[in-house]
């Protein structure tokens, strides 16, 4: 079965960056899109971004342009997403969800990452 | 970008009866190329990420019970649950995938009366 499993939480600095990390199994890794989205604590879902496993291209929100870097390791079926200049509003659950086939399909999230803790405190 | 709002905010339903949550989208996102609406329906327990259970506005994901429906096009849209049941007790999102960026509703929260 699909499995999406993400790194652990994390605490930060302002000013400083995290990396979180999502791991998939169960299906072709480089087939399907892996978006990322977050949620603030008691507040809605925002898409942040998304990255095409095959080929490493990415599509960011402008929200979050030149802040996050999606990368993936097709050896370890593994993406990570890195935000900088981290703020105390970053502060929130970070998901990843597969979307999109490559060969044809949509960005509904068909699977989800349990989520990501990234907590930014003085 | 397109905005998602989701009406009402919350919401509370007997046991066994019918729960309705609209969602309309500030533009079309019907794409007449296909006949399709990039719309989708999660539910999001206390927790737990969310999970998908409508996609195309009205195709029910592998696994989830007929009593989730999805219905609308163009800009508005609702998710229904025919007889409401204690583990239906979640936050609701509608989400569009129709252009970037992706958008969700507010959420509706929904609960046992």
């Known amino acids: 079965q699909v499995q999406l499993v993400q790194s652990g939480a994390e605490v930060k600095k302002p000013g400083a960056s995290v990396r979180v990390s999502c791991t998939a199994s169960g299906y072709t890794f480089s087939s399907y899109y892996i978006q990322w989205v977050r949620q603030a604590p008691g507040q809605g879902l925002e898409w942040m971004g998304k990255?095409?496993?095959?080929?490493?291209?990415?599509s960011y929100a402008q929200k979050f342009q030149g802040r996050v870097t999606m990368t993936r390791d097709t050896s370890t079926s593994t993406v990570h997403m890195d935000l900088s200049s981290l703020r105390f509003e970053d502060t929130a659950v970070y998901y990843c969800?597969?979307?999109?086939?490559?060969?044809?399909?949509?960005?509904?999230?068909?699977?989800w990452g349990q989520g990501t803790l990234v907590t930014v405190s003085s | 970008d397109i905005v998602m709002t989701q009406s009402p905010d919350s919401l509370a339903v007997s046991l066994g009866e019918r729960a309705t949550i609209n969602c309309k989208s500030s533009?079309?996102?019907?794409?007449?190329?296909?006949?399709?609406?990039?719309l989708a329906w999660y539910q999001q327990k206390p927790g737990q990420p969310p999970k998908l259970l409508i996609y195309?506005?009205?195709t029910r994901e592998s696994g989830v019970p007929d009593r989730f429906s999805g219905s609308g096009s163009g800009t508005d849209f609702t998710l229904s649950i025919s007889s409401l049941q204690a583990e239906d007790v979640a936050v609701y999102y509608c989400h569009q995938y129709y252009s970037s960026p992706y958008t969700f509703g507010q959420g509706t929260k929904l609960e046992i009366k």
């Open positions: 195309w506005a009205s």
């Open positions: 533009q079309s996102v019907f794409y007449s190329s296909n006949n399709m609406n990039y």
């Open positions: 990255i095409n496993p095959s080929g490493g291209i990415t």
């Open positions: 969800a597969r979307g999109a086939a490559l060969a044809g399909g949509s960005d509904y999230f068909d699977s």
